[in-house]
């Protein structure tokens, strides 16, 4: 029974930082269609923010983990007004280009600023004994965080003027404009907010795993795996791909290594693809 709990505590775990790691993309490409293949950097810019202002200025984790999404909104906004507001209804390649351009960019910065093996942090809120066994209690910020995180992000596109609005400019931009919708102002707050969600992400991430400024490579494929099986509908879709991809990658790492998890990862992905090209969601009625 304890040896259970572990392992279902370990799969969840994994669906959060699938989760996590995904949500911001899901903004920009579920939505915007827009490939951001900086998203990966901006992953890094949160975790690299909190672990900065928790070692060298002694900031509370928690409240580093607050300032994290402000740094990527900043350089997110500014992104989007030097270079993706004159390539959005392009096509997708000239996206991807720009974008990996500036995620090369941003990882020389990162590497020049805090050189290849800065110095990570420890993981809060001590350990969980089950029986035998133990895990970290901080395991349960990431389940809550994701979980506030995509309920927020529903709530804000469902509930919300802003929402609808976003969702008509990304759906149909001519007839927003007709509409007098301020689409460029949209945009920009669209692709702003999910440029913070990647660095919260990468922030709430920062105690659990080794930081450096090659991180968001190493996340970057998992995420728009992950956004790409999600389909149409970016919010729910994105928490069922999570759950069916997060449950393959922790199975296998449990009962062989961490490289066939991410292998069994793709290997899914590939698989729902061949069956569902246009995502899990494709069919779904709703949209979010």
């Not at 699938?18 to 920009?28: E, P, Q, R």
């Not at 590497?111 to 970290?136: K, M, Q, R």
């Not at 393959?248 to 899914?268: D, E, K, Y």
């Not at 246009?278 to 949209?287: E, F, I, M, Q, Y």
Request: glycine letters at 10%; hydrophobic letters at 60%; aromatic letters at 10%.
């Amino acid at each position: 029974m304890d040896a259970f709990v572990v392992i279902a505590v370990s799969a969840v775990t994994a669906i959060a930082t699938l989760t996590l790691i995904s949500t911001g993309l899901a903004v920009i490409f579920g939505l915007m269609r827009v490939v951001n293949m900086a998203h990966g950097e901006f992953l890094m810019v949160g975790a690299l923010t909190t672990t900065s202002l928790v070692l060298k200025l002694h900031v509370p984790w928690w409240l580093a983990m607050i300032a994290a999404p402000v740094v990527g909104a900043a350089i997110g906004g500014l992104m989007e007004i030097l270079l993706i507001s004159r390539i959005y209804q392009r096509h997708l390649v000239d996206t991807l280009l720009i974008t990996f351009g500036i995620s090369l960019i941003m990882f020389q910065l990162a590497v020049d600023i805090f050189g290849t093996t800065p110095p990570g942090i420890e993981t809060p809120l001590g350990a969980l004994t089950v029986g035998s066994y133990s895990f970290p209690a901080y395991t349960l910020v990431l389940l809550f965080s994701a979980a506030v995180m995509l309920l927020g992000l529903y709530l804000l596109f469902t509930r919300t003027k802003y929402g609808l609005l976003a969702r008509a400019t990304a759906q149909n931009p001519a007839m927003a404009l007709a509409l007098g919708v301020p689409a460029k102002r949209i945009n920009f707050f669209t692709f702003t907010l999910g440029c913070a969600l990647a660095s919260l992400g990468g922030a709430i991430l920062a105690p659990m795993i080794s930081v450096s400024p090659s991180l968001g490579q190493a996340y970057v494929g998992q995420a728009f795996m992950t956004v790409v099986i999600a389909g149409p509908a970016f919010i729910s879709g994105t928490l069922l791909s999570a759950i069916l991809l997060g449950g393959v990658s922790n199975a296998l790492s449990q009962g062989a290594t961490t490289l066939w998890g991410l292998t069994g990862l793709f290997a899914m992905a590939i698989v729902i693809l061949r069956f569902r090209p246009l995502g899990v969601s494709a069919s779904w009625k709703r949209g979010l």
